[in-house]
């Protein structure tokens, strides 16, 4: 089967400011920008089967800075999880409502008011990754690579499918903006042969919290955050 290359889109004005985008028009800003162009030089010389895209305008702007001159085809299967009456709100704020524990541990469970459940996010985005590596392998080959762009939650509902765990497990796994996961799909299992590869180390840093805040830091940012140091 085919290999795709899963990369979140940079990072946005929503991301640096703290607060949960959702399915709004947020962009890039100056530093996401740099970080799709910076992929770009990651991903030169490697011949893509085919561009796939979330239709939010932050994956469109990535894919345009990251793969120049590609025409992605966009699919609402990997369009932002809908978080319904949280969109827009800090994520500082989020963390005070008793649902945010559940989106912690048991987010298999949950469902945003007046908005759509994660298990729900989750089997479209997969339905959609699989049966795009399906159709590509078919037309291009086993040897294909191919590039989908979506957002944090999707990804790391990807890969949770792909390794087998449940969807409780998935905030376990980290999708920093403008990162690479690479998924090869096979007719007996998935393997995951890259995670969250940013190409430098300065993402590793975890980025400054407070007192007040080092209580929650082990929560996981809903919608995937800002990543750490760039």
Known sequence: ??????????????????????????????????QASRVAARLDGLPLAAVVSSPLIRCRQTVGLAVPGAEPVLDEGLTECGYGDWEGRPLKELAQEPLWQVVQHHPSAVVFPNGESMAAMSARAVEAIRSWDAKITAEHGADAVWLACGHGDVIKAIVADALGLHLDQFQRIVADPASI?????????????RLNETGELGSLVPPKIDGRERAAESDAAVGGGAGGGV
């Open 1 to 34: 089967m085919a290999t795709v290359l899963l990369l979140r889109h940079g990072r946005t004005t929503a991301n640096a400011s703290g607060e949960l985008a959702g399915r709004r028009p947020v962009e890039l800003d100056d530093t996401g920008r740099a």
């Open 181 to 193: 996961t690479a998924i090869r799909y096979t007719a007996g299992r998935p393997f995951v042969v």
